[in-house]
C-alpha cells in the first residue's frame, strides 16, 4: 500500500519549534560546470549531485523552492545575459520551482523580491545552495540573518574555486571551509546535505554555533 508524503499541516506539527523552510539555489548555471569559473572544491560532480538530492527531498516535503540567476550585460566574460555560461545547468533548469529570480548583486535579496515573497508565504527558514560559497552564498546568508530568517547553509551542495588577486591566495578548500566556520559561528546552520535531509523526517530545527562559543579555542 502506498503512503504519501505527509502533507504541510501534519509535518509543521511534528516541529516543536514550527519550522516553514523555502530551499533556495542560487545560480546553479553552466559558468560554474563548464564555463570561466569552474567550481573545483567540493567537486563540481558531488556538489550537483547534492543539489539534485537537496531538491528530491524539498519535493517529498513540500518545501518551496527558489531558483535564482546571476545575470550580467551582453559584454561581460562571465554571465552575459543570453550566453551558454548564463544559462540554467539541465540539472535545476527542468525542475519544479515556486519561484525565479533574476539577479545582478551578489545577494539573492538585493533588488529582487525574494523578501516578499517569502513574508507573503511565511517562510521563517531559508536553506542555501548553490554557487559561490564565498560570494552570492555568503552574502544571501549574511543578509536573510540580518532580516530575522533562520538560515541553512548545505556545505556540500554549495562550492567555489581558487582565487588570487592583489590581497593574496587562497585554495578552494581552504576558502570554502574558512566560510563555512565563519557561517556557523553566527549566521547559519552549516551542515550536509544527508543531515538536513535528516532534519526534515526527524523534524530537528537546526541551529548554529555563536562567536563566543566559537572562538574558545582562541581563549585556551
Not at 25 to 33: K, L, S
Not at 103 to 124: H, M, Q, V, Y
Not at 137 to 147: C, K
Request: aromatic share 6%; glycine share 6%.
Amino acid at each position: 500500500m502506498a503512503v504519501d508524503a505527509p502533507g504541510p499541516a501534519r509535518r509543521r506539527a511534528q516541529y516543536a519549534v514550527p519550522v516553514r523552510r523555502a530551499l533556495l539555489v542560487i545560480d546553479v548555471q553552466n559558468e560554474y560546470v563548464s564555463g570561466a569559473l569552474p567550481i573545483s572544491y567540493p567537486p563540481v560532480a558531488h556538489s550537483l549531485e547534492r543539489i539534485g538530492r537537496a531538491l528530491d527531498a524539498a519535493d517529498s516535503w513540500g518545501i518551496p523552492v527558489i531558483l535564482v540567476q546571476q545575470t550580467a550585460p551582453e559584454s561581460s566574460p562571465i554571465f552575459a545575459e543570453g550566453s551558454a555560461g548564463a544559462a540554467l545547468h539541465p540539472l535545476v533548469a527542468a525542475r519544479r520551482r515556486d519561484l525565479l529570480l533574476s539577479k545582478t548583486l551578489p545577494s539573492c535579496f538585493a533588488d529582487t523580491d525574494l523578501d516578499r515573497w517569502l513574508r507573503e508565504n511565511g517562510i521563517d527558514t531559508v536553506t542555501i545552495a548553490g554557487y559561490m560559497t564565498q560570494n552570492c552564498d555568503e552574502s544571501t546568508a549574511r543578509d536573510a540573518a540580518h532580516r530575522g530568517y533562520r538560515v541553512e547553509f548545505l556545505s556540500d551542495a554549495t562550492g567555489t574555486l581558487a582565487m588570487s588577486n592583489e590581497a593574496g591566495t587562497i585554495g578552494a578548500r581552504e576558502l570554502h571551509e574558512a566560510v563555512a566556520i565563519v557561517l556557523q559561528s553566527r549566521f547559519a546552520a552549516v551542515v550536509t546535505t544527508e543531515q538536513w535531509c535528516e532534519a526534515l523526517a526527524s523534524g530537528v530545527s537546526l541551529t548554529g554555533s555563536n562567536v563566543f562559543a566559537s572562538t574558545a579555542v582562541a581563549r585556551g
